[in-house]
């Protein structure tokens, strides 16, 4: 049975400490104002700071972390827009109606 937490965000620019299936990470989250574009995450080793994951879109309707299994992060990110499954989380709902589900079966998340 997964276990879903909702990341808590702003739509603001933001760098915090998360953990995700017992292992801490730095995430920052960034807007990407062009064409087709939008919100973005990096994960980051937060001993060493090397980067897991660099530049990678939220997308609505995907796991976010799908093809990284070899990272070893036991989960799926998952965006969700309220009332509309595969609507992009804007710049100005992001935290609101858009938000980002980490979902797991693994104990204490």
Do not use: H, R
């Amino acid at each position: 049975m997964l276990t879903t937490y909702l990341i808590p965000l702003t739509n603001t620019p933001q760098t915090f400490g998360i953990n995700l299936a017992g292992v801490d990470y730095t995430m920052t989250v960034k807007w990407n104002d062009s064409p087709d574009a939008g919100w973005q995450f990096d994960l980051q080793d937060p001993t060493t700071g090397n980067y897991l994951i660099a530049g990678a879109p939220f997308i609505t309707g995907a796991d976010c972390l799908a093809g990284l299994d070899y990272l070893g992060i036991n989960g799926q990110l998952i965006v969700y827009t309220n009332g509309d499954d595969f609507a992009v989380p804007t710049f100005d709902n992001l935290g609101s109606e858009g938000n980002v589900y980490f979902l797991t079966d693994v104990a204490n998340g």
